[in-house]
């Protein structure tokens, strides 16, 4: 059984950085993918990025609206992946939470199993 946790999120200016980190705690952690996926009020929940185990290369994945802009790693000796995110926009408001799941796929939710809280992120000036 994982349990994640976010930290991180907070509020920035447009055009600023922030770092999120994903700690994950529970046996299994270097066979599985993380994702980051978010959520602001009136959409829908949105996966922006994942990274797949060693077992699968490390392999990542971005959604179009932060390919360039967000960078995704993992630390498999501390369980630990972040998600640096750059150039943020108001559009990028939102709860970002850390899932869980065998594979690296940002567009099927349904197959991450742990989720953590979230983290709120808030780009406004």
């Known amino acids: 059984q994982l349990q994640l946790v976010e930290s991180g999120g907070g509020l920035v200016q447009p055009g600023g950085s922030l770092s999120l980190s994903c700690g994950v705690s529970?046996?299994?952690?270097?066979?599985?993918?993380i994702g980051w996926f978010r959520r602001s009020p009136g959409k829908a929940q949105e996966g922006i990025s994942c990274i797949s185990s060693s077992r699968f290369g490390f392999r990542t994945d971005y959604t179009e609206s932060v390919q360039g802009r967000f960078t995704i790693s993992r630390d498999d000796i501390n369980k630990v992946v972040h998600l640096q995110m750059s150039n943020l926009q108001p559009e990028d408001t939102a709860v970002y939470y850390c899932?869980?799941?065998?594979?690296?796929?940002?567009?099927?939710?349904?197959?991450?199993?742990?989720w953590g809280q979230g983290t709120q992120v808030t780009v406004s000036s």
């Open positions: 529970g046996s299994g952690f270097q066979d599985y993918a």
């Open positions: 899932a869980a799941a065998d594979w690296c796929r940002i567009r099927v939710p349904s197959t991450y199993f742990a």
